[in-house]
């Protein structure tokens, strides 16, 4: 299974904010939206960089409660991990547990299609898993 079927599935909205957003606006959009991460976005719909929920908090215990002043573009992750709609589920779970990430955004062309998180990783694995399973299942039963 690769990252555009799950696409499919879950659909491709991905919650964006310009760099100029500031970031008690941004915690507050994660919050309302219940989401783990916002994709900060430049010209043209590329990808600028990705602020988190661990990143706020980070920046809280840094700076205190000044940091919710800043505007994203001056606290956001800038070397923003990406995938591709070619991605696989094997793929997103080594860049995930190696880079610590939570969240992938989707890109295609430079431009962001979507996002990936570690929940819809899990899930569709577990989904490929049970596959597998009732795949054996059949073959030991015919067997």
Do not use: W
């Not at 299974?1 to 606006?25: D, F, H, Q």
């Not at 956001?76 to 547990?97: K, P």
């Amino acid at each position: 299974m690769n990252v555009a079927t799950i696409l499919k599935s879950k659909g491709r909205a991905v919650e964006t904010a310009k760099s100029s957003v500031l970031l008690k606006e941004l915690a507050s959009t994660l919050a309302t939206k219940k989401i783990g991460a916002v994709v900060v976005v430049g010209d043209q719909g590329r990808v600028a960089g990705i602020v988190s929920e661990r990143d706020i908090v980070r920046l809280l215990a840094e700076r205190g409660t000044e940091a919710l002043t800043l505007p994203v573009g001056e606290c956001m992750t800038r070397n923003v991990v990406t995938c591709s709609e070619a991605s696989t589920i094997d793929e997103l779970m080594e860049t995930m547990t190696q880079g610590r990430f939570r969240h992938l955004p989707v890109v295609e062309n430079d431009k962001l299609v979507g996002i990936i998180s570690i929940g819809d990783v899990v899930k569709y694995h577990i989904a490929d898993m049970a596959l597998e399973v009732s795949a054996m299942r059949n073959y030991l039963a015919t067997g």
